[in-house]
């Protein structure tokens, strides 16, 4: 509809925006592959930037999201993992029929932990066993308790038919200064064995 359009290039300029500010403000990496993917050229004009280009993977199919049961991952490398749910309502980044299903990375954000608890009651994952931090993966893996200051990174996931497909990871993975740790990576397999990859990270 010839209204829809402004409103979503102009969502799309204000979501661009912020990333851009985010990276030129930090001086990094930018992790958003999200934001830039679908506009690559928008990121070649920024000196200093790095855009990280995520692996599509398979992580699971739908049958296997579980309100009680979680499932764990690698992904997008081996040994960053990661925690599959379904939370039961309409979540940030769900998919499936109630938009309900949803993945973090389980590293937790306050030292690198491993998470492995779920309370499927609260729709928390923890606390951690380190410091007791609780995050609500209902509300973008924020923190309900605890040390850590930082969501969780939210895995972006897309359904395939049955098959869960990640696509990439919003927010830097604890103890990393790169989702993707650079080139030539061992990129996490949906069948658990590792492929060889780049990054496909780029320096303009
Ligand atoms: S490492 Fe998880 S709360 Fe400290």
Known sequence: MENDEPLLRRRDFILGGVAIGSVLAAGAILPLGLVLRDDE?????????????????????????????PLFFDYPLTGQSNVLVDVGQRAIGGIGQERSVVAFSNICTHMGCPITDYNADERVLGPCVCHFTTFDLAKDGQVVLGQATQNLPRVLLELDGDNII??????????????????????AAANGAGTSASSGATDD
């Open 41 to 69: 050229d928008l990121a070649e004009g920024i000196s200093g930037v790095q855009v990280a280009y995520f692996p599509r993977t398979k992580v699971g199919t739908i049958g296997q999201a579980s309100t009680t049961d």
């Open 166 to 187: 990640a696509t990439g990871v919003f927010r830097l993975i604890s103890g990393y200064a790169n989702n993707l740790g650079g080139v030539n990576v061992e990129i």
